[in-house]
């Protein structure tokens, strides 16, 4: 596995190494050693999997505050989305910044998102799935958000969102919730 940094300090972008024959490949998609080696959240205790029927549609942006803040590792294993984090660490050299990549069953990338970062992501095709671990288990008390277009979120994405939840389009504005800033203050590693 290669861990790729991105423009936001703590996350990665990792790439499999596969070996393959006249039969195919194999390829490590996570390891325990590796991640620890590059002193990454090497403990997960969640893996979830979300469906997605139609192009277009966003999930997000979503993270959890401390005690349940968590790590996540997110995987395309049909068709595409645009994955998306923002730092939401105060005490961060890139809070406030955003970084996004494309992630295919064809590309087989992952993305390492680490406490603390807000992550949505949009689908490109129609059918589209997502495999991810989370080092924390969701707890509901804990979930915040921001809405794609609120102001405080600058990223570019490859085509306009056409179906976001309700919920999603909710979110108050960032700077509305001070205390949310404050409560994910000192998660930078």
């Not at 998306?84 to 494309?102: A, H, K, N, Q, W």
């Not at 490109?124 to 609120?150: F, I, K």
């Not at 600058?154 to 056409?162: D, G, L, S, V």
Request: charged share 25%.
């Amino acid at each position: 596995m290669k861990m790729l940094p991105t423009p936001i300090v703590g996350a990665y972008v990792i790439e499999q190494e596969p070996r393959g024959d006249e039969r195919g490949f194999f390829a490590r998609a996570f390891c325990k050693q590796e991640l620890g080696a590059a002193g990454l959240e090497t403990s997960f205790v969640q893996m979830n999997n979300a469906y997605t029927k139609a192009r277009g549609t966003l999930r997000g942006f979503h993270y959890q505050v401390p005690p349940a803040a968590e790590t996540k590792i997110f995987r395309c294993i049909q068709g595409s989305f645009h994955d998306m984090i923002v730092d939401l660490r105060p005490d961060s050299p890139t809070f406030g910044r955003s970084f996004g990549v494309e992630l295919t069953s064809e590309n087989r990338l992952q993305l390492y998102i680490p406490k603390g970062c807000a992550h949505g992501y949009l689908t490109l095709e129609d059918d589209t799935e997502a495999l991810y671990m989370s080092s924390t288990p969701y707890l509901a008390p804990s979930e915040r958000g921001l809405r794609y277009d609120d102001p405080f979120i600058e990223i570019a994405m490859p085509i306009i969102p056409t179906i976001v939840s309700a919920k999603d389009r909710a979110w108050p504005d960032y700077d509305a919730r001070g205390s949310a800033a404050s409560a994910l203050a000192g998660l930078l590693d």
